[in-house]
């Protein structure tokens, strides 16, 4: 035991007041004559005896009462562990996950509220010495200075909610970094979270140096099982847009609690209308497949979002996406050797797009980017300059239709097909008599609609090929052999370049080659083509906030700054750099919230993208104090305790180890008891 203001016992000395009156205050006997000495001789010496012991007894009792009170006073207290009391401060570094999962609750509401309201508390518990730094989970503070418990009130009160995926392995492995700054040895990190599965604890803790001058407290939040459905995924399955055309979206549905879960109603919202309504029930632990059509009435960037019914977890109940519905889109025909054929379609027959038609050898003059989709005709050979011009356009997100010439150089050509990974073509070899071309993908998008029964091969009239080069394709990169001979030889090959695409012909549309030019397909499957290069990459655009990849963005403006606008009309501007033809946006330092941005530049609409929250956030298993406990132990983490979420628990806790387990009430008590005593006494007659 020791006393926390040892000054005070100086007031020990008070107890010479009841000493100095119990001796100084003794009357003198006084002499009486008494007429018969005998009457004094029947005085018992008992009742002096007891009357002594009465007296001494009082001022013990005195004694002890006044000693009780200064003690009490003086502030005594039982230190743990044998510590010595530290008068020269606490570092305290508090952690609160802020993720999205932290907006489900239980009885005491939303667990990110009760997390702020338990460090408020907590701050109040530390003396005026302590030094202390707030954090959210999603920003640690590295590198920071501690400040008082005023600015940790108000740098509480500007947390929100975000996302992020921090582990608890992170957070402990950054503890020096944490703490770098900290002006005292006594170091101290709570850390505040539903300790959800899938987040914070998805990363295993073995392994990890643990600062023995930190104590770290961990402070589970969650105490119930969840019921929460979830949007998990989605997909245009349309590859061809079109205004006034439907779309077919699919989604899944993923019920992560124990209960079955009846009448889901699900919505599809564009452009601000509802479009598309579904009601349907997900049972118990598992994932349900819908599939949506709706029709968009406009053209251009469109936003949307898909909504669900789902409560009391709501913030995962909205999934964002952006789509592009082309209205007249530009296409670049370059023309080695000229196919009137192909001439004719985009310069008189293909008015939804918006044809340039130019002699390949002006290639350096044209700018490829202000173009959706490049036609490259009769190529017969590829300067190294154009070569890397194509490639940047492809790697920006356009779109390539590739048909051959005659007496290709095969040398420049495959060394641009080789640096894309697609393939490489060998002579030309030519049949005398034709080949039908009649081994035809016809699930495929480029023939939807074309068919009336895409199932009856014989509806698909197939050419005759007389002559073609021989392509051998690249198995490292995805592809589609569309259309085939019937040696199964490729005649059109669809190479997916992620996020460009390029269409290769093996032939060139010419009366010596074949006739696909003169056969009904011809018109239908250059449209389809077209259409599908004009929309590769804008079909939808998405993006998992905390998971960012670098967006290019295509524009012959390099010179003015792109800006982005949130969901609520307020602008940035983005880390970004231009490389090639395109502007190259980062996303990793923005703070960004779940929904539809645009991307603009200089008043004009570039692009829209989504943003929404990891699905991960809505699996909401957690660990208890009892899972905690059980992983500390396992992984042998020393320093690491479990506290209860009890605010008057932990004050208590926090204030004993500032000052140990204070015993001044016991002190208090002591005292009135002994006082009762002595008034017991001092009624007591002692006859």
């Not at 049949?431 to 029964?453: M, R, V, W, Y």
């Not at 199932?455 to 085939?484: C, G, M």
């Not at 669809?494 to 080659?513: K, R």
């Not at 524009?555 to 003015?560: G, K, L, M, W």
Request: charged share 25%.
């Amino acid at each position: 035991m020791t006393f926390l203001s040892p000054g005070l016992l100086w007031g020990l000395l008070a107890l010479s007041v009841p000493i100095i009156v119990h001796f100084f205050n003794l009357q003198r006997p006084k002499e009486i004559l008494f007429s018969n000495v005998a009457f004094v001789k029947e005085v018992k010496k008992t009742v002096v005896r007891r009357v002594k012991f009465k007296q001494w007894l009082l001022l013990l009792l005195r004694l002890l009462a006044i000693a009780l009170l200064v003690c009490a006073f003086a502030r005594p207290v039982i230190l743990k562990e044998n510590k010595q009391i530290n008068d020269s401060g606490r570092s305290i570094a508090i952690v609160i996950d802020n993720s999205y999962s932290m907006k489900a609750g239980n009885e005491k509401g939303n667990y990110f509220q009760q997390a702020i309201s338990l460090a408020r508390t907590i701050i109040k518990a530390y003396n005026k010495k302590a030094e202390i730094l707030i954090m959210p989970s999603s920003n640690l503070r590295l590198n920071y200075a501690y400040g008082k418990q005023e600015e940790a009130m108000e740098a509480l009160g500007e947390l929100t909610i975000e996302q992020n995926d921090r582990s608890l392995r992170e957070i402990l492995e950054l503890q020096k970094d944490i703490f770098s700054k900290a002006s005292f040895s006594d170091m101290e990190m709570i850390v505040m979270s539903d300790f959800q599965e899938s987040t914070i604890i998805a990363d295993q803790l073995e392994g990890i140096k643990q600062d023995s001058s930190i104590q770290v407290r961990l402070v589970p939040l969650a105490s119930r099982e969840q019921k929460n459905v979830y949007i998990k995924g989605h997909q245009i399955e349309s590859k061809i847009l079109e205004k006034g055309k439907p779309v077919s979206m699919s989604l899944s549905l993923t019920n992560d609690s124990e209960e079955n879960i009846k009448d889901v109603n699900v919505r599809v919202v564009l452009a601000g209308k509802v479009v598309a309504i579904n009601n349907t029930d997900v049972d118990k632990q598992s994932e349900k497949e819908l599939s949506l059509t709706f029709t968009p009435t406009e053209s251009g960037w469109l936003s949307g979002e898909i909504q669900i019914d789902d409560n009391p977890i709501d913030f995962d109940n909205n999934r964002y996406f952006s789509l592009y519905v082309p209205a007249s889109e530009k296409v670049l025909v370059l023309e080695d050797q000229v196919s009137y054929n192909v001439n004719l379609l985009y310069k008189n027959l293909f008015q939804t797009f918006d044809s340039d038609i130019f002699p390949i050898r002006n290639a350096s003059t044209v700018t490829l980017s202000d173009y959706k989709s490049i036609v490259l005709v009769g190529i017969k050979d590829l300067t190294s300059g154009l070569q890397e011009k194509i490639r940047n356009f492809l790697t920006d997100g356009g779109s390539v239709l590739f048909i051959p010439g005659d007496d290709m150089k095969l040398e420049s050509v495959n060394s641009f097909m080789s640096s894309l990974k697609i393939g490489t073509f060998a002579e030309a070899v030519s049949i005398k008599s034709g080949q039908k071309a009649n081994q035809a993908e016809l699930d495929h998008p480029i023939f939807e609609g074309i068919f009336t029964d895409p199932q009856n091969n014989q509806e698909f009239d197939a050419p005759n090929i007389y002559k073609y080069y021989p392509f051998k394709t690249n198995n490292s990169r995805v592809q589609t052999q569309i259309i085939r001979l019937e040696n199964l030889k490729p005649i059109l090959v669809e190479s997916d370049l992620e996020p460009g695409i390029m269409y290769t012909f093996t032939i060139f549309p010419g009366d010596n080659w074949t006739d696909l030019h003169v056969k009904s397909i011809f018109l239908p499957l250059m449209f389809r083509m077209t259409q599908i290069m004009s929309q590769t990459g804008n079909n939808e655009t998405g993006q998992t906030i905390g998971s960012y990849q670098p967006e290019r963005i295509r524009t012959s403006n390099t010179q003015d700054l792109i800006i982005m606008k949130d969901p609520n009309g307020n602008s940035f501007t983005p880390e970004q750099y231009v490389q090639g033809g395109a502007t190259t946006l980062n996303f990793s330092r923005i703070e960004l919230q779940q929904g539809n941005y645009t991307i603009e530049q200089e008043g004009q609409l570039l692009k829209k993208i989504s943003f929404n929250i990891s699905d991960q956030e809505s699996q909401l298993a957690y660990n208890s104090q009892k899972d905690l406990k059980n992983l500390i132990n396992a992984t042998g983490l020393e320093g690491v305790s479990i506290l209860e979420p009890k605010a008057e628990q932990i004050s208590r806790r926090i204030q004993e180890e500032q000052e140990g387990i204070p015993l001044w009430k016991y002190f208090i008590l002591g005292a009135i008891l002994f006082l009762i005593l002595e008034i017991l006494v001092i009624k007591l007659r002692l006859n």
